[in-house]
């Protein structure tokens, strides 16, 4: 198995990134539900 850093970087952004807009929406159903 080779490393590969970029690859590494861009995978855990891409992780980052869906995680973020999960949490976005989780949090934007619970206002949108409050209100």
Do not use: F
């Amino acid at each position: 198995m080779e490393k590969n850093p970029a690859g590494a970087v861009s995978l855990s952004l891409e992780v980052h990134s869906a995680l973020s807009r999960a949490v976005a929406g989780a949090v934007g159903d619970a206002v949108a539900g409050a209100v």
